[in-house]
Nanobody, 115 residues
Framework: QVEVVESGGGLVQPGGSLTLSCTSS????????TGWYRQGPGMQRELVAD???????NYADSVKGRFTISRDIDKNTMYLQLNNLKSEDTAVYYC?????????WGNGTLVTVSS
């Protein structure tokens, strides 16, 4: 079983920034896709951003220009840089790893944007 652990969430004011991290017991570079999802209050889980094995990235329209997904292969860690945060970004953020049709999820990290 692949373990996935997110960290870095917290309370931040509108306009602020956070960096989320995701580590795994598996080698991140070996997964076909790795990404970040979020689930806000009363909302369905949605894709925020993902990065493919070849390094190509994809972002939800709502976060383009504000969030950046990246990975450090040597540290086996994926990041999500959140800038210019808005109240509607409040959600639990989940790390997702995909391999051979399997999805692996962490328990999530809560991001709260509030003044």
């Amino acid at each position: 079983q692949v373990e996935v652990v997110e960290s870095g969430g917290g309370l931040v004011q509108p306009g602020g920034s956070l960096t989320l991290s995701c580590t795994s017991s598996g080698i991140l570079a070996s997964f076909s896709a790795t990404g970040w999802y979020r689930q806000g209050p009363g909302m369905q889980r949605e894709l925020v951003a993902d990065i493919r094995r070849d390094g190509t990235t994809n972002y939800a329209d709502s976060v383009k220009g504000r969030f950046t997904i990246s990975r450090d292969i040597d540290k086996n860690t994926m990041y999500l840089q959140l800038n210019n945060l808005k109240s509607e970004d409040t959600a639990v953020y989940y790390c997702n790893l995909q391999s051979f049709g399997e999805n692996y999820w962490g328990n999530g990290t809560l991001v709260t944007v509030s003044s």
